[in-house]
T-cell receptor
């Protein structure tokens, strides 16, 4: 069975600082990996996804994530935080074979301090 | 282009009442699902459907019913509301069931409080 672990339920960074949100997954088969963002009182929006090919994936709003199979990780980064990045971020996984629903991590709330 | 539309946006119920949360999508997506979001718990899958007439249970199905009579609509029914069902409910859709990296599209959620 798949699972997703997001380390840190709350991360706080200063404006302009590096953002690093951690995601580790467990899957018995190669996975598809996603990061979603949820702004207050809104639904989830896709930030980026990894399916196959290049392991460094670029998404919207300057975010990127790197798939590291050896570490079973898919950490989300952004070089310079902006106040508008304050939101909740969810990592999700689904295997690339077989039919199972998307499994989400518990989420990480990002606060950006001026 | 409406995407995934959920109604109502807010609802307050009394314990024991029943209600239906509506979800509609206009993208001709075969796969639809319902999640509940609770603080510190992330999103947990309630029920999902791979196409009209086909539904299946997710992680937390107890107390909820679904049906899928059309491709567009996937309502979620609370049979007898309990305070433990106080949550934010999200409906999501995807082109189809195949696990080929297609993203899910989410509605804006229904905030449900049960007193």
């Amino acid at each position: 069975a798949q699972s997703v672990t997001q380390l840190g339920s709350h991360v706080s960074v200063s404006e302009g600082a590096l953002v690093l949100l951690r995601c580790n997954y467990s899957s018995s088969v190669p996975p598809y990996l996603f990061w979603y963002v949820q702004y207050p009182n809104q639904g989830l929006q896709l930030l980026l996804k990894y399916t196959t090919g290049a392991t460094l994936v670029k998404g919207i709003n300057g975010f990127e994530a790197e798939f590291k199979k050896s570490e079973t990780s898919f950490h989300l980064t952004k070089p310079s935080a902006h106040m508008s990045d304050a939101a909740e971020y969810f990592c999700a996984v689904t295997p690339d074979s077989g039919n199972t629903p998307l499994v989400f991590g518990k989420g990480t709330r990002l606060s950006v301090i001026a | 282009n409406a995407g995934v539309t959920q109604t109502p946006k807010f609802q307050v119920l009394k314990t024991g009442q029943s209600m239906t949360l509506q979800c509609a999508q206009d993208m001709n997506h075969e796969y639809m699902s319902w999640y509940r979001q609770d603080p510190g718990m992330g999103l947990r899958l309630i029920h999902y459907s791979v196409g009209a007439g086909i539904t299946d249970q997710g992680e937390v199905p107890n107390g909820y019913n679904v049906s899928r009579s059309t491709t567009e609509d996937f309502p979620l029914r609370l049979l007898s509301a309990a305070p433990s069902q106080t949550s934010v409910y999200f409906c999501a859709s995807r082109i189809n069931w195949a696990a080929d990296g297609q993203p899910q599209h989410f509605g804006d959620g229904t905030r449900l409080s049960i007193l």
